[in-house]
Antibody, heavy 123, light 107 residues
Framework: QVQLVQSGGGVVQPGRSLRLSCEAS????????MHWVRQAPGKGLEWLVL????????HYADSVKGRFTISRDNSRNTVFLQMNNMIIEDTAVYYC????????????????WGQGTLVTVSS | DIQMTQSPSSLSASVGDRVTITCRAS??????LNWYQQKPGQAPKPLIY???SLQSGVPPRFSGSGSGTDFTLTIRNVQPEDFATYYC?????????FGQGTKVDIK
């Protein structure tokens, strides 16, 4: 059974940085694209970023481009989200998620998801 | 970026009702459309992928249809455990996007 366990959330001041981690088990982690998604309090889901299986390709949402950086360490089965120059609007629950299929083309979706970690940006 | 517009934003239903939620993409996404269910305090759970394929373990009262820009999620004979928020999500482009969500509550 594939499981994603997240860590690294907490309270951070505006302008500061925070790094989230997401460790996978029960799968060959290095074969799958990974994503981060967030959800502000009482709001909907916002897709943030994906990283290819080998870590060479990354795509970001405009809302975080230039401030957030995704990376992965396949030897540790872990994907990271480095968040810099944080703003109040970054307050949210952050989820990592694995794509369901290894296929490069064709349908794909997010399954499973991590448990989510709350990040609060406040002075 | 591809925009996803979901409607309605909320609806009330009774147990046993049929519920329909629609999702429209700003450009054709062929059948690269997924549906998720989210309950308070929980991570989203996939229901439907590739517009109409049922995720393993999901009851058959859930179904999806559509292609191109217009998609529908239907719940037949709504059960108490189905009251939740539902999101569509496109996986066509290099950047994925979600719809705004539809909250289904008890009438």
């Amino acid at each position: 059974q594939v499981q994603l366990v997240q860590s690294g959330g907490g309270v951070v001041q505006p302008g500061r940085s925070l790094r989230l981690s997401c460790e996978a088990s029960g799968t060959v982690f290095s074969r799958y694209v990974m994503h981060w998604v967030r959800q502000a309090p009482g709001k909907g889901l916002e897709w943030l970023v994906l990283i290819s299986s080998d870590g060479t390709t990354k795509h970001y949402a405009d809302s975080v481009k230039g401030r957030f950086t995704i990376s992965r360490d396949n030897s540790r089965n872990t994907v990271f989200l480095q968040m810099n120059n944080m703003i109040i609007e970054d307050t949210a629950v952050y989820y990592c998620a694995k794509v369901a299929s290894r296929a490069v083309t064709g349908p794909n979706w997010l399954d499973p998801w991590g448990q989510g970690t709350l990040v609060t940006v406040s002075s | 970026d591809i925009q996803m517009t979901q409607s309605p934003s909320s609806l009330s239903a009774s147990v046993g009702d049929r519920v329909t939620i629609t999702c429209r993409a700003s450009q054709s996404i062929t059948r690269s459309l997924n549906w998720y269910q989210q309950k308070p305090g929980q991570a989203p759970k996939p229901l439907i992928y590739a517009a109409s394929s049922l995720q393993s373990g999901v009851p058959p009262r859930f179904s999806g249809s559509g292609s191109g820009t217009d998609f529908t999620l239907t719940i037949r004979n709504v059960q108490p455990e189905d009251f939740a928020t539902y999101y569509c999500q496109q996986s066509f482009g290099t950047s994925w996007t979600f719809g705004q969500g539809t909250k289904v509550d008890i009438k």
